[in-house]
DNA sequence: AGACAGCATTAACCTATGTTAAAAATAACG
DNA sequence: CGTTATTTTTAACATAGGTTAATGCTGTCT
């Protein structure tokens, strides 16, 4: 947890009101972001205006557009708090060249990385196999806290359907 | 790419069949591959026995499961051969080993990770955003050559829908 | 050539989810 | 409190994709 507390130290905090977006897709977006309060969503919005979501992010988590700030290339994706949060701010750049000082920064860094491609996986293995109504019998069962705190319709855009047919498998 | 001649050097070189297993989900896998020549699928496969392909794997890039090796748990996928391959083989913990030694080794393996990181938000992308066919229409943009090796049940599996709807889509 | 195996297509019918729109419930606010 | 917004539910219809099964195609082995 050295990264995280260079962070929070070196690091420039910031406050989103919800609604607020942190940064936008399309736009170049440079910093990493450390969750100390809040709650936010990741989200696409594709060519004709429709809205899906890819993740949800809660207090202690790193985020950014990793390779946006990497390749210096837009975001494919938008930041929003979904409720009043504190962030910690710090450019990609300076900690790739720090993880190239530190050992143990690297190594941290190589854990990060491979715990997010745990997610992802566990993400594109259910889009790939389960239905809607699998998908949302498994949000519930790992977080049902989060659910809670969602609306239907983040709900439903998580999971890649409409508000509509989420209405209906709850009801079943 | 000191990482690829350090496998190149230091693993062993295994030939694999058509239609045989490298690995195979449920079984530990503490190896990682390099893929001299040749051409695989990584799949699952659900209880009901249907089969997904999570991604298929071309010469020069390193594959295994990650999250298998790393924390020791059975492997969520298997890698099967859609032609005759030469694979180099490497326990995944010598890689990590290495790279606690190395910061140009780290470095290098962080930037695999981020290039990796990116093909699964692409998938993930496309999963939650776009049609089937718009994901066949995108598959055959990427990647013509590939999509010419490959039978079309693995197609469809791979874009999440059946051989027969695949066929659908094609005569449009 | 003939026989078989493995793929691809087609067709008929079924189900899940999308779309649109209206009604009902809940939350937000003066 | 009563009034507006916002979110959720319900309904009716449309469409994409699943399922099953039959048919056709291609290649391989003998």
Redesign the interface.
């Given at each position: 947890m050295e990264l995280q507390s260079y962070i929070a130290k070196n690091g420039t905090t910031i406050n989103i009101e919800k609604g607020q977006q942190v940064f936008t897709q399309g736009e170049l977006c440079e910093h990493v972001y450390l969750v100390k309060t809040g709650l936010l969503k990741a989200f696409?919005l594709?060519e004709n205006g429709?809205e899906?979501i890819?993740s949800f992010i809660q207090s202690g988590t790193i985020i950014g557009s990793?390779?946006a700030a990497?390749c210096q290339v837009p975001s494919?994706f938008s930041l929003e708090a979904l409720e009043q949060c504190r962030l910690v701010q710090i450019p990609l750049n300076e900690l790739?060249a720090l993880?190239?000082e530190s050992?143990s920064i690297?190594?941290e860094?190589?854990q990060i990385?491979?715990s997010?491609?745990?997610k992802?996986?566990r993400?594109?293995?259910e889009?790939?196999?389960l239905s809607a109504s699998q998908r949302f019998d498994n949000l519930r069962n790992t977080d049902p806290e989060l659910v809670k705190k969602l609306t239907q319709n983040d709900i439903a855009k998580y999971l890649?359907i409409t508000p509509v047919a989420l209405s209906r498998i709850k009801h079943q």
């Open positions: 696409y594709t429709k899906t890819k990793l390779n990497h494919t790739l993880s190239k050992i690297s190594q860094f190589i990385l491979l997010l491609s745990l992802k996986e993400r594109e293995f889009l790939l196999t890649g």
